[in-house]
């Protein structure tokens, strides 16, 4: 079964298709057609009837009608599939498309990395596949906010395998913070469900340093509290000030210590009840009873 670490890698490349593309031709110097047409595609796919083939995350270059690469995203935490099976989908991709392949393995362990870098023998003559491995050893520690800014993905990616260093959990939360991009709480989200446990706790301290809203677990917990107690809050500011309305409304004169009286309610259900009273009261006094004692 996916772990959340593998589910988030998979969001992270699906959201930014163009990652994969930068990943590979920025950082492994792989040659790629010069094109923005970057798309995900069915990531199932067959060579014959009853024999599908489901990659991880299939991304073709090029329009639809003449695409020009392809590439395969698989993800690897650990030494399970045979490599054999990347060089199968690689193949049968070719056939059906008819472009060049390129399949990449991000394994944030190293071992497996390197298990997954080796050229791969298909087991047929002359055809062996060299995949293209990010571990570990080929994600940058990126310790610069603007840097980490113009690449948030990629400085998601940093936080999973150097988040033990603060700087680079502190050049990440500075970019969120101060990034305008829509899906910054995605990424968050990504990093925080891509780290282990030590590399959350810091990621948890340094985002509650900052202005920055935290979708963590434990900041869903505790921001999540503060904005159900700021509602409950607003909801009887609003209650109070129908109960005035409507007074005002009906040519009563609310005496200061009445106002304040009201105004310092957080009582819901006694806000609700003055609200009722006070559509029918024909005087303040009938506002009150001796059942509401003293203001709760």
């Not at 340094?206 to 963590?216: A, E």
Request: net charge negative.
């Amino acid at each position: 079964m996916p772990s959340p670490r593998h589910d988030a890698l998979i969001k992270l490349f699906t959201g930014r298709p163009q990652l994969a593309v930068e990943i590979l031709r920025d950082l492994m110097g792989v040659e790629l057609p010069a094109t923005p047409l970057v798309r995900v595609e069915d990531s199932t796919f067959n060579t014959r009837r009853s024999d599908d083939i489901e990659a991880d995350l299939l991304l073709v270059l090029g329009s639809p009608q003449t695409p020009a690469h392809a590439i395969i995203v698989e993800i690897q935490q650990d030494k399970s599939k045979d490599p054999r099976q990347l060089a199968r989908y690689a193949a049968a991709l070719w056939l059906m498309l008819g472009c060049d392949v390129t399949v990449l393995v991000v394994c944030p362990d190293r071992g497996v990395a390197g298990y997954y870098a080796r050229p791969i023998e298909s087991g047929l003559t002359g055809y062996q596949l060299q995949a293209r491995v990010l571990g570990p050893d080929g994600i940058p520690a990126i310790t610069d906010p603007q840097q980490a800014a113009d690449h948030l993905a990629l400085s998601a990616m940093s936080v999973m395998v150097h988040g033990h260093n603060r700087k680079v959990v502190e050049a990440f939360a500075a970019a969120l913070n101060d990034t305008r991009d829509d899906h910054a709480p995605k990424y968050y989200e990504y990093a925080y469900s891509m780290a282990g446990p030590d590399i959350r706790r810091l990621m948890e301290e340094i985002m509650t340093s900052t202005d920055w809203p935290v979708y963590s677990p434990f900041a869903r917990e505790h921001f999540g509290r503060g904005l159900a107690e700021g509602k409950a809050e607003g909801k009887a500011e609003e209650a109070a000030r129908m109960v005035l309305l409507v007074l005002t409304a009906r040519g009563l004169d609310v005496p200061d210590d009445t106002r304040a009286r009201i105004t310092a309610c957080t009582d819901l259900f006694q806000l609700e009840i003055w609200a009722t009273r006070a559509a029918t009261a024909q005087t303040i006094q009938d506002l009150f009873t001796e059942s509401d004692g003293q203001l709760r």
